[in-house]
């Protein structure tokens, strides 16, 4: 619930300023906590007579209890008087939802596997018409997950990349895994990897470079002939890469 809050606030005749100052100073503090925590939207000071001190606020608060509870620990509380008025959406706020707009559901992401594979010696074609082409072929892995688990058939998997002049790498990432109940899965990564040129160089050298450290992510299509892992086939899936130095690692999520 939103509501208006007013306060009107008289010092008391022989406060001490110092007293006056510290109190301030503690409201102050107070609603930055307030504004932090989502409780207080906005704050104005309107026009007043000389002498006056007076204050309105938009606050948010589960309900009227929960309202009377924040303002009751204001340090300038004892000194104000305070007015409360509940608000009521109106139907011509330009903020509020409208009825006419068809609501979607929020993406959310499923882990489905987390592959670690090794690496071997890339095919490095050199500069072509579009690019600089390397070959790098998956060599050996193992894949974890909620529900399905195996390995990775060398031979059948490799990243067919294109390097950008600034070091980028397109990938074009195909891989063939098989589950430990037989099933055979083609799996295949179109993606990105980036990030600053001092963190590609590294990369570029075979260093071990923390993933949080350059962007690599993929969008992956799954395919498979096994009857009861159909649902690989019509989901739509994303994946996170990490590389190391001679292998690499890639976690692959389906969009709910």
């Known amino acids: 619930m939103e509501f208006l809050v007013g306060f009107d606030m008289t010092i008391p005749d022989g406060t001490p300023e110092s007293e006056v100052k510290e109190r301030v100073r503690a409201e102050a503090t107070a609603a930055a906590g307030l504004a932090r925590e989502g409780h207080l939207v906005r704050l104005w000071r309107p026009p007043v007579a000389s002498g006056e001190i007076t204050a309105v606020g938009l606050y948010r608060a589960e309900n009227q209890e929960e309202l009377d509870g924040l303002l009751g620990a204001l340090p300038l509380t004892g000194w104000m008087k305070i007015t409360v008025t509940p608000l009521e959406p109106h139907p011509n706020d330009p903020t509020s939802p409208r009825p006419s707009v068809f609501r979607l559901p929020d993406p959310r992401l499923e882990p489905i596997h987390r592959l670690e594979a090794t690496l071997g010696e890339p095919v490095d074609l050199g500069e072509t018409n579009h690019g600089h082409r390397r070959i790098v072929p998956l060599t050996a892995g193992a894949f974890t997950g909620p529900t399905v688990n195996g390995k990775l058939l060398p031979g059948a998997s490799a990243d067919w990349q294109t390097v950008l002049p600034d070091g980028t790498a397109i990938g074009d990432i195909r ?82």
Do not use: C, P
């Not at 109940?181 to 963190?199: F, I, K, M, T």
């Not at 969008?219 to 739509?236: P, R």
């Open 175 to 256: 891989y063939t895994l098989q589950t430990d109940g037989g099933d055979v899965l083609y799996v295949q990564s179109r993606g990105v990897r980036h990030g600053s040129a001092e963190v590609l160089a590294r990369l570029a050298r075979g260093e071990d470079v923390d993933a949080s450290e350059y962007m690599f992510r993929t969008s992956t299509q799954i395919e498979t002939a096994a009857a009861e892992l159909d649902w690989l086939n019509k989901g739509v899936f994303v994946s996170v890469g990490g590389r190391q130095a001679g292998g690499v690692v890639y976690e692959t999520y389906l969009v709910q």
